[in-house]
């Protein structure tokens, strides 16, 4: 027998990312596709996670966080961008931003309600709001044309999406999988129009320390009428290499915040309490930590970026984040018909795993992005170098 699934998952089939690392396991690949550093983070954090353990902390902790954790992302948003957060009203725990992503939009979202999404996005985002009954209305960035450095927002094209059924946008900045830093005047834009329509926005800054260069990573909620409408999503995982612990944060005013709050307490009820322990002394005690990650990780963004630009794979230099995509066109009559065959026969035939940029798509865009695929730098330099000598076997 098998059995019937609720018509809301009916179309659902297994992330990309799950389905890109079990094949590079399988083929034993170099996995430079589901976007994890191969190294863990700092170990004094894990000290507290394990002391924590050790001491007892093993019972639910507070729904809406633990308060150190909650004082901890307070004080972290003063500090980096001058934002007044009151922990108690303003600041939810979460199991990674992927729950507060999926919270947010389960508190905020009624059936018919649109929620512009700009495309390529994040792969939770459209399931999330399709499980609300949501509609997503897409916007397109559109990839760097010969003048450009970064993919592009039209700013009409924006305009155009938002109607009286708009009830969220959603924006991720640094974004992923472009690395495009939304500017100040990109996000005074979104701002003014969030207003002009009365629409919420949810904002994922999974990325917000690993910015490169010049870049500097700008908060939409600080923008003039934003604070009271807006959602700032943050994840322990990216700023210091826990992706496994699955700590997130919601930070929102206090009307908004039951958004998170009243879905979070039947969704998972709690995260982790000794990692939250450890998550709140990494956010206290880890800006050096933090920004030493973000220098390495500009030193192998340009090194990837070399060895893919020496073997024909065309990439373009991300601003921010830890991937960069590369246009593999050239190699699709060899590789396959599109962007998925390409990453499947690089995996078992190269032996470096990618991700088809198809998958931040629907499927309705999905045969704009060609044989764009996406590849992760946060790895070790050795593991980087290793997918270099088998990436040179594309050469002619
Ligand atoms: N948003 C973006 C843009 C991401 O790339 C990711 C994946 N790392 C997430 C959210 C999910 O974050 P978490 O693992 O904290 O749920
Ligand atoms: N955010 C990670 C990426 O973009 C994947 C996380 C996941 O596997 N859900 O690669």
Redesign the pocket.
Known sequence: MSPRLANRVADFGTTIFSEMTALAVRHGAINLGQ?FPDFDGPESVKAVAMRAIAEGRNQYAVGVGQPDLRAAIASHARRHYGQEVDPESMVTITT???EA?YAAIQGLIDPGDEVIVLEPF?DSYVPAVQMAGGVPRYVPLHPPGPNDTAWRLDLDELNAAFNNRTRVILI?TPH?PTGKAFSADELKAIAILCVAWDVVAIT?E?YEHLVYGTTRHLRLALQPGMTERTITIG?L??SFSF?GW?I?WAIAAPALTPAVRRTHQYITFAAPIPLQAAAAAALTEGDAVVHALAVDFEQKRDYLFGVLREVGLRPVLPDAGYFILADATEFMPRGGPDGAALCRWLTTEIGVAAIPLSAFYSPEHQTETRGRIRFAFCKQQATLEQAAERLRRLKP
């Open positions: 976007g990674g931003a992927t992503i994040y991720n992923n994922d999974v994840s995982g990216k992706t699955k997130g």
